[in-house]
């Protein structure tokens, strides 16, 4: 429950904190502003895309932005169609 607090605006924090549980949470959150929009699945993938590792940056912290953004776009269930390919783009 405390990550979700943490996660969300303040505004919307306190309208968390008399959920006695992760459900409640859950189900004010959806109820008051919905299911993910393919407009936030792009968004995400934007960040995903942003993500930038320099040979001096903490690694642990990159990939840990990384898996949170994956997550957050595996979490909203939307699957695109056609196939996806993927780069990786070196230093010059």
């Known amino acids: 429950m405390g990550t979700i607090l ?3 605006d303040p505004v919307i924090s ?9 459900k ?3 189900d004010h959150l959806k109820q008051t502003y919905g299911t993910p929009m393919v ?4 968004t995400d993938f934007l960040h995903l895309m942003k ?3 320099n040979p001096s940056d903490d690694l642990g912290s990159k990939l840990a932005k990384l898996n949170m953004i994956l997550g ?7 699957m695109g ?3 996806y390919k993927y780069s990786f783009v070196g230093p010059d």
């Open 39 to 42: 407009v936030l699945a792009y």
């Open 81 to 83: 169609t056609g196939p």
């Open 6 to 8: 943490l996660y969300c």
């Open 14 to 22: 306190i309208s968390l904190e008399s959920k006695d549980t992760t």
């Open 72 to 78: 957050a776009l595996a979490a909203q269930k939307y």
């Open 51 to 53: 993500i930038k590792i």
């Open 24 to 26: 409640e949470m859950w």
